[in-house]
């Protein structure tokens, strides 16, 4: 799977996709377009766990007062098929190899393999 799982109204993810030849990729967005629960389980075998896919920076993860709450993997996924916005994003799927988030380590990964 050659993927890039991204949210039309995030600049984060317009600028990163700028940058990058996304050309072999299949782009989602993850807003129109809502994770299936075997995306998100192929992900999460990529990833390692759900909770590494999971953004703490979304406004309904303060606003459902998750962050006072301890959280089980089967929460994290939960949360992730319910709303879009805790998908730590972007993610892209290159076969084995999973990038998740905006991070600048993430960031120069990214470029140092798919760069334009």
Known sequence: MK???YLSTCTTCK???KELDLSD???QDIKSNPLTAEQLEYLKNLAGS???LFSRRAQLYKKLGL???????????KYLLEHYT???RPVLVNNTEIFIGSSSKTKESLKEHFGK
């Open 15 to 17: 600028n990163i996709m």
């Open 50 to 52: 759900y909770e590494s």
């Open 3 to 5: 993927k890039f799982f």
């Open 67 to 77: 962050k006072d709450q301890a959280l089980t993997e089967d929460d994290y996924k």
């Open 25 to 27: 990729f299949e782009l």
């Open 86 to 88: 805790f998908l730590k």
